[in-house]
């Protein structure tokens, strides 16, 4: 079956300006999750949403957002982009839950300039 | 707060066992040690979780101390494609708070011909 594909994979904003990432999870699976990975400060998490409710949250301004709709797929929205927030974004969908087998997307690379 | 910490690199030889260690010496009753590995540009890819009792698969087994304050990721034959960094997250079960996750800096592992 068709793994978790995120869109765009690349993208470069203007600090100040919004941005919306897209996730589609595994067929199936209702958990969805976001994480932010950078050199700096590695892996973090950002937000689980399950059958479209938030369930669990990182430590994350309000800028950064999201969402889940009835067919699972997900967004995250990022508003008023600083420099610090280029970084890798990861989107993992599971059957279970947060961190259990966790199957990842590639992510979506941006860049702030 | 919960912290991890892992070495940041390890060289491994081909067809022998590689074992990573994970310090998680705050954790406490109701939280979880995962492991996940992340081969160079590639989203993460989960491996084995555990609470207090050992646990195996046919990737890896994770051994947790009794006082659950460090565990140890085995790989029992290391090949070539087990390079990669590997991350130790715990995962904190919170009341009213939902679940906080502490990432490890991750261990880079070389496996060497």
């Known amino acids: 079956k068709a793994g978790v594909t995120q869109t765009p994979r690349y993208l470069i904003k203007t600090r100040g300006q919004q941005v919306t990432l897209s996730c589609s999870p595994i067929?199936?699976?209702?958990?969805v999750s976001w994480y932010q990975q950078t050199p700096g400060q590695g892996l973090q998490f950002l937000f689980e949403?399950?059958?479209?409710?938030?369930?669990n949250k990182g430590n994350f301004p309000g800028r950064f957002s999201g969402r889940q709709f009835s067919n699972s797929r997900s967004e995250m929205n990022v508003s008023t982009l600083e420099l610090g927030d280029s970084a890798l974004y990861l989107c993992?969908?599971?059957?279970?839950?947060?961190?259990?087998?966790?199957?990842f997307g590639p992510g979506t690379r941006l860049t702030v300039t | 707060d919960a912290k991890t910490t892992q070495p940041p690199s390890m060289d491994c030889a081909e067809g022998r066992a590689a074992n990573l260690p994970c310090n998680h010496s705050?954790?406490?009753?109701?939280?979880?040690v995962y492991w996940y590995r992340q081969i160079h540009s590639q989203g993460p890819q989960y491996i084995i979780h555990?609470?207090?009792n050992n646990e195996t698969n046919e990737m890896a087994s994770l051994i947790i101390t009794e006082d659950r304050k460090s565990s140890t990721l085995i790989l029992p034959h290391a090949t070539l494609r087990d390079t990669a960094v590997y991350y130790c997250?715990?995962?904190?079960?919170?009341?009213?708070?939902?679940?906080?996750?502490?990432f490890g800096g991750g261990t880079r592992v070389l496996v060497k011909p």
């Open positions: 993992a969908s599971s059957l279970q839950g947060l961190l259990r087998e966790q199957y």
């Open positions: 067929s199936g699976h209702r958990s």
């Open positions: 949403y399950f059958s479209e409710t938030q369930r």
């Open positions: 705050t954790i406490s009753g109701n939280e979880y």
């Open positions: 555990g609470l207090k």
């Open positions: 997250i715990v995962r904190v079960a919170r009341e009213a708070a939902g679940n906080k996750l502490t």
